[in-house]
């Protein structure tokens, strides 16, 4: 008889079912982490020094990647727009998320009237078009840093609590919750251990959404003149303010935009993988 | 010619002028002394032949959904283009600042500039055929005066008392105080003249005695018209028709006119320039102009109250830079003042301030703000370039250790929520005719617009004084101390007068530049014409 | 099921009551006034006083608004306070543009969006999946305006095909209108798209595993049958939430686009309203998208309701 082959060690059997997408979602994702931290690995100058008065340099004079609208080095700007890009995308979504699913859940596992009150608060704030609702609230209260967040913020979680409400409505209609509604469970224990779990799947594809769109708001908002403040660099204003580039053939509107779709696709990329870890073989029409 | 072109304004035109005679005395004009125009040789030069008809596309950069055919509620450079193709005003400005005849054949007044005859051109009539007299003339100037007046021009015209008609063609202003220039502010967009009597909603029509009719307006949107075969300008206008609109994102106008979608725009990006003079089939029309962006900051509020955080911030200022990286050498270099180096009026002998940051090291350190965080609001809406010149500012003047925060405001809110109320703002000011203009209304104590607050006795005095003197050296020594004071104490940092660029396919001919505004001072439909 | 949806148009009155009310507060709390935004930097103590009595801003913000609810209730939107003209016929200008902007995108959004998702629950996993995946991945990637300057760039300024702007014009063939409506439409569809058909994917492969979903697939149905039969109507709910979403979104928040194209759609209507604190305008503005928001939704939740039966009888 033959020895059973040797156990392979955990970490290996982990790794090596981790498929070669989420793979280069996780190099790339590394990549701006890094730069992110240490950003003067890449950033030969600081991010508002202006190395030229010709717009839109060659590489060389104003830097590897060549100069942006105003002369400063493209290549150090996107470094450390980097850092601000990822981070605030990062905050944002977070905070949407744990504020959208937990009102969401909430209202799909409990009585009526909170359901109703929350779901028309929250309606009243999406009915707004949120560019609009951004421009008033950011007008009013100014344009600082924690009023960008916490106003993306909250556009945001509109959006996941009605794609939470709806998952966990959904959830809530299947027979197991009827169960454990039926012994007497409350609505958190029913939130937490019946909704969640399953709802993890489309919640993960929403997660990586709301991180892009978090990116691509903020950005819009740039296009608007709010947003991020000179001369500090975040992605998205990068490719507004360097959009008259296109003009000149120059790549600077280009490189933070190909960043941005970078992140975006690596993001994407994990949490395909994610989901295909999480659905069975059978749903994927493997077996 | 030098009669109807001095300064005093004894204007002696009687009767129609022959196409001929209007285009020779509009070259003359437009090549004037005193170069302030730089106009490219094809479009002054008298041998082209103008060509009657076609449809012409004219761009601007802004509308509005609150646009008005009422001149005097003109809110935007695109509405200020529409009111010179529908109404006329009593002058014109030249482009060296001289008010030439238009609907006013002439005019004098008395030896204290106090009192303004105008003599009426005959033989104008209105789009509805209605003649034009004294009493339309009457009715159009009161408009502007008086407490409910909600006039654009209303700050101008403050020193107008009386407005009355002598007879079918003559008006007579009373001033309060003496101004030999009072006929310039009688050529602006906003005092065109419009019909007597006409309630609102009869202006809405657009009935004036200008060179196009109405034929359509969507306010926010497009403004078509139609040559008015009755213009009293004899040959004019050459084209049959325009279309007026804006595209505000600058790329896009750009596009627009590279596509071959519009004919002429106005606004161009100095960044461009270059890029747009290789393109075939397109050429630049720039004019030096006294229109400038500015840093200004209150006397009596934030960081700017100390003389010395001014002079600080003044000599923090790269200006040489921002003239090459901001307007790409399309500009003049200011002095802190609002009279460019091209000006008669220019103080020669003021030292040009360059960057020191050294000497702004030393201010700052005086004052005790140094390391200290001052705020410059800024938006692109005060005037081309405030964005860039707050972040190039913030560069220069952090080597002299003045930390400078940039905020960026809301475009559409600057204006009503920034302008006037913060204390250190980006702002910008348009073309005005003369330096008194500049003066009058950015500097006269207890005025609104007076966003630094100044308040200089010695300013005040001399600046109401220049008004009444007709004699140019004398008044150049009261401008010249004016500069000096400005110069060392008021709260602008002003380091460039941006040219007035514009773009234009070749098939437009007959653009004469003028650096009273954009789109040669906006009357350019009135005098371009097609080549094909 | 009719007293559910009895119910939801009645919250639906109180949420367009709240909005109106957030509006209000919202236009009152912002700096400046109507009088200062439209006279300028022209503007003299005595000019902005008279405009402000003639527009009659004297009037405390309560009674104002009490006065604006009244006219508004029986249909009168009221005057523009910075044009003077009637809010009823400035909106008509611009909700014709919107919309037919908005039906364009959506027709061709939706669909291929709604296909590119099963497609890609399909053959979940495979060559085309993964392709489609990362098609749609790279379209939501990158700005809208970044979509459209690339855009005008190649086919309008370079190739000269299509034109650069989209305004609309009343003397134009519909051919000419058509042509104007393809690079703005292209960009919205383009972005849209990406999230619907993620969206449509990620919920169908949720629910194929459920059991009785997987029971199908394990009896030997095909797996495009069991896809369109029993995981699609389960799985709609989030995505008609969704589809919902992005409809409201193209009826109302397409500034960018707007912007980048001249077009006068409501969008830029409701950002230069802001702008001038022209309240009336605001409101209408503010209203009508969110009559349509609500609408859509409940239009989406009922669709719901009647593909998943047990949701008319919540417990």
Known sequence: MNAPPPPRSRVWTCVSQVPVSAWIGIVILAF???????????????????????????????????????????LSRLVYAARRTLGLAVLITVLAFAAGVFFGFLVAASRRWIGLLLNSINDVLLAFPSLILALIVIAALGTSLPVLILTVAMIEATRVFRVARALGMDIVAMDFVEAARARGEGAWWIML?????????????????????SILFISALGFLGLGVQPPDADWGVMVRENLQGLLFGSIAPLVPAAAIASVTIAVNLLVDAQLRRTTSDVAYGLA | ??????????????????????????????????????????????????????????????????????????????????????????????????????????????????QWVFTLRKGVTFHNGKPLTSADVVYSLRRHIGPKSESQ???????????????ASTVRVTLSEANVEFPLILGIYSTMIVPDGFDKAELE????????????????????????????????????????????????????????????????????????????????????????????????????????????????????RAQQNIYKGHSQIGNDHPVPPNDPYYCHDLPLRAYDPGRARFHIKKSNMEGQEIPLYTAETPGPGAVELAILFQQSAAAAGIRIKVVRVPPETFWSNTWLKQPFITSGWNSHFSP????????????????????????????????????????????????????????????????????????????????????????????????? | MVSLILRRVLVSVAVLWLVTILVFSGTEILPGDVAEAVLGQNATEESLAAVRQRLGLDRPALVRYVEWLRHASTGNLGVSLASGRPVSEMMEERIGNTLRLAIFAALIAVP??????????????????????TMTLCFMSVPEYFVAAVLVLIFAVRLRWLPVTATPHADESSLQSLAGLVLPVTTLT??????????????????????????????????????????????????????????????????????????????????????????????????????AYVFLNLAADVMSILANPRLRYPK
């Not at chain 1, 060549?66 to 002369?71: N, S, T, V």
């Not at chain 2, 005679?21 to 106009?39: C, E, H, M, N, W």
């Not at chain 2, 020594?477 to 070749?506: N, T």
């Not at chain 3, 590119?116 to 392709?131: E, F, V, W």
């Open chain 2, 153 to 167: 021009a209303k700050a101008l015209m403050k020193s107008v008392t009386d407005v009355k008609a002598e007879d």
């Open chain 2, 205 to 320: 029509k657009g009935i004036g005695t200008g060179p196009f009719k109405l034929k359509e307006f969507k306010p926010g949107v497009r403004g078509v018209f139609v040559r008015n075969e009755n213009y009293w300008k004899e040959g004019l206008p050459y084209v049959d028709e325009i279309e007026l609109f804006a595209i505000s994102n600058i790329s896009a106008r750009t596009n627009a006119l590279l596509a071959g979608e519009i004919d002429i725009m106005g606004v161009l990006d100095p960044k461009t320039v270059g890029l747009l003079e290789k393109a075939p089939g397109i050429d630049i029309v720039a004019a030096k102009s006294n229109a400038h962006t500015v840093m200004s900051g209150m006397v009596d509020q934030g960081a700017t109250t100390d003389p010395n955080v001014r002079l600080a911030l003044k000599f923090a200022a790269d200006r040489n």
């Open chain 2, 436 to 532: 008194d203009a500049a003066f009058t209304e950015a500097f006269t104590q207890g005025d609104r617009r007076n966003e630094t607050h100044w308040a200089n006795e010695r300013f005040q005095k001399l600046m109401v004084q220049a008004r009444g003197v007709a004699d140019f050296d004398r008044r150049k020594e009261m401008y010249w101390e004016m500069q000096r004071l400005l110069h060392e104490d008021g709260g602008f940092v002003a380091p460039c007068f941006y040219d007035l660029i514009d773009a234009k396919r070749s098939r437009v001919q007959g653009v004469q530049a003028n650096p009273m505004g954009n789109l040669g001072g906006y009357r350019v439909c009135e005098q371009m014409w097609l080549t094909s």
């Open chain 1, 32 to 74: 701006w982490v890094v730069l992110a931290v240490i950003p003067s690995l890449l950033a030969g100058h600081r991010e508002a020094d202006v190395l030229t008065n010709e717009s839109f340099a060659a590489p060389g004079v104003a830097g590897l990647l060549g100069g942006d609208y105003l002369g400063r080095d493209l």
């Open chain 3, 112 to 133: 291929i969006a709604l296909t590119i998702g099963m497609l890609g629950a399909l053959r979940a996993g495979r060559m085309l999946d993964r392709s489609l995946s």
């Open chain 3, 190 to 291: 383009v972005v849209l798209l990406a999230h619907m058909a993620r969206m449509t994917r990620a919920a169908i492969l949720n629910v194929m595993s459920s059991p009785y979903v997987e029971n199908a697939t394990l009896k030997g149905m095909t797996r495009a049958r069991v896809i369109v039969r029993h995981a699609l109507p389960n799985a709609l709910p989030p995505i008609l939430n969704v589809v919902a979403l992005n409809l409201a979104y193209l009826v109302s928040g397409v500034i960018v686009v707007e912007t980048v194209f001249n077009y006068p759609g409501l969008g830029s209507l409701m950002v230069s309203a802001v702008a001038t604190h022209d309240l009336p305008l605001v409101q209408a503005c503010a209203l009508d998208f969110c009559i």
């Open chain 2, 1 to 114: 010619m030098a009669d109807e072109t001095s300064r005093s304004g004894k204007g002696e035109v009687t009767g129609r002028l022959s196409r001929r005679q209007f285009i020779s005395r509009s070259s003359a004009l437009a090549l004037g002394a005193t170069g302030l125009v730089d106009v490219p040789a094809a479009d002054a030069a008298p041998g082209t032949q103008p060509r009657r008809g076609g449809r012409a596309r004219v761009c601007m950069d802004t509308s509005r959904p609150d646009e008005y055919l009422d001149p005097m509620r003109s809110n935007t450079r695109q509405a200020h283009v529409r009111q010179f193709v529908l109404y006329n005003p009593l002058v014109t400005i030249s482009s060296d600042f001289k008010p030439v005849p238009e609907l006013a054949a002439s005019w004098s007044s008395t030896p204290d500039a106090k």
């Open chain 1, 193 to 213: 251990r019946e909704v969640l779990p399953n709802a993890i799947p489309p919640l993960a594809a929403e997660f990586g959404v709301r991180f892009t769109y």
